[in-house]
């Protein structure tokens, strides 16, 4: 697959292992990179975007393949697998770092993810509206290494036992039509 050909899509929705974990799996995702986007800090840290010092969202930066695997359906397990109505909080994650956010590569991104909200909200699908932001993409800071693969790397983990680990179970029972081959 020629790079020229993949498509991006920035999502925030929480902790970013838990984001990373549930969209490897899906296929047409070429790439899922964690990282910070939508702060004020010029060089953020993983310690500064947790302390709330540098008002980055914790996200993931996808690679995908539109001929194999849409926006919309991005978009689709990016609202299954998190809640979008908790303004800055994820389960006991709590601070802007861990807000909903689409981070718009274009205007048929912006369009689309507005379309979902207002289509989210309006058939009632969560108790309270969805506070999901759709803002402009930014620029992108690639997370340390060590979060690389995170839950690959530490399935044992106690986070990513109770947290991260049923986000990606939902994603794969949701989506078992769409997962990548073992």
């Known amino acids: 697959m020629s790079p020229s ?14 984001l990373e974990a ?3 799996q899906l296929e047409g995702v070429i790439s ?17 975007v947790c302390r709330g010092d540098s008002g980055h969202a914790e996200v993931v930066h996808i690679a995908f393949d539109p001929a194999i695997i849409d926006y919309a359906t991005l978009l689709t397990a990016f609202f299954t697998i998190h809640d ?13 770092q861990y807000r909903s956010a689409v981070f ?6 912006k369009a689309a993810a507005e379309a979902m909200i207002a289509r989210l909200n309006a058939e009632g699908v969560w108790h309270s509206p969805i506070v999901t932001e759709v803002t402009p ?10 979060h690389h693969q ?3 790397r530490n399935p044992y983990q106690g986070y990513c036992m109770a ?15 769409r997962l990548k081959a073992d």
Do not use: I
Not at 5 to 17: D, K, M, Q, V
Not at 137 to 146: D, S
């Open 104 to 109: 718009y590569h274009d205007e048929a991104q």
């Open 5 to 18: 050909r993949l498509s991006p899509a920035t999502l925030a929705g929480g902790c970013f292992w838990c």
């Open 150 to 152: 995170y839950f690959r």
């Open 84 to 96: 979008p109505t908790t303004l800055n909080r994820q389960g006991h994650d709590v601070g802007s």
């Open 163 to 177: 947290v991260v680990a049923p986000k990606a179970v939902k994603l794969r029972q949701v989506f078992a039509d």
């Open 137 to 146: 993409a930014t620029t992108f800071f690639e997370a340390e290494e060590y």
């Open 22 to 24: 549930a969209f490897e």
């Open 32 to 48: 899922v990179l964690p990282g910070y986007m939508g702060g004020h800090d010029p060089q953020p840290s993983y310690e500064a």
